[in-house]
T-cell receptor, first 114, second 113 residues
């Protein structure tokens, strides 16, 4: 299995631009999580999907952030407009049958907003 | 709401030294417990987990953790660390039946050769 796949791995953009991060969970996993990691705040859960449905989005910072999961094998996290304080590493993780409580993390997207 | 506290933010050791990283959580019910490791520049990987049974859990790379229910603790240990253990270590807790873990802030471990 290829594991959780995220793209791009690095993104540098200017303030005000739209940023879209992508995630492909492990095949067969039905739960997907988006996290943000910063030095100041550590690892924060942004949103959790189960069977493609957003279950908990209480961690989404503000309306500039949105996430979708149109099918079981793809999710996006969009920031529009982006701000310098959004600079962080964004991780996607998935879990599923046989390991429902364990999370498998992707390599992350390092976002820099200038 | 549950919380996870990792007491040591930064730990520096020499190779062959013993390691113990503290993790305490606040939740009165049954829990699932995890330790994840993040090597420099890499993603988080599961090191070990506890759901039930023997409170002493063996993980990969010689790591182990002990669940002490009365102390709400799940400390990570390794008898003899190696330079390659240099990484960030995260404790995580979820309530039984929940798919959403709460992560601690992490402990940065540096092992000098």
């Amino acid at each position: 299995d290829a594991g959780v796949i995220q793209s791009p791995r690095h993104e540098v953009t200017e303030m005000g631009q739209e940023v879209t991060l992508r995630c492909k969970p492990i095949s067969g996993h039905n739960s997907l999580f988006w996290y943000r990691q910063t030095m100041m705040r550590g690892l924060e859960l942004l949103i959790y999907f189960n069977n493609n449905v957003p279950i908990d989005d209480s961690g989404m910072p503000e309306d500039r952030f949105s996430a979708k999961m149109p099918n079981a094998s793809f999710s996006t996290l969009k920031i529009q407009p982006s701000e310098p304080r959004d600079s962080a590493v964004y991780f996607c993780a998935s879990s599923g049958p046989g390991a429902v409580y364990e999370q498998y993390f992707g390599p992350g997207t390092r976002l820099t907003v200038t | 709401a549950q919380s996870v506290s990792q007491h040591n933010h930064h730990v520096i050791l020499s190779e062959a030294a013993s390691l113990e990283l503290g993790c305490n959580y606040s939740y009165g019910g049954t829990v699932n417990l995890f330790w994840y490791v993040q090597y420099p520049g890499q993603h988080l990987q599961l090191l070990l987990k506890y759901f039930s049974g023997d409170p002493l859990v063996k993980g990969i790379k010689g790591f182990e953790a002990e669940f002490i229910k009365s102390k709400f603790s799940f400390n990570l240990r390794k008898p003899s660390v190696q330079w390659s253990d240099t990484a960030e270590y995260f404790c995580a807790v979820s309530s039984r039946g929940s798919y959403i873990p709460t992560f601690g802030r992490g402990t940065s471990l540096i092992v000098h050769p």
